[in-house]
């Protein structure tokens, strides 16, 4: 079953941006469903992976991110 989870990612300005953090999650949970707000900084996930395990991914390509 698919979650909702939404991330605050501050640092998040640019499509480059938007590009590493979806090219992360897509390739540890190729079906996730992706969002962004540039505006309000989030991203939106809705996959089958774990909360922990999709922030991590956002850090691992090189952004802070918190749960919103």
Do not use: N, W
């Amino acid at each position: 079953m698919k979650t909702l989870m939404i991330f605050s990612v501050p640092k998040m300005t640019c499509g480059h941006c938007i590009s590493a953090i979806e090219k992360g999650i897509k390739a540890k949970g190729p079906s996730a469903v992706i969002a962004t707000d540039l505006d309000l900084y989030l991203v939106t996930v809705q996959s089958t992976l774990e909360q922990a395990a999709v922030r991590q991914t956002i850090v691992d390509a090189g952004y802070d991110a918190s749960v919103a």
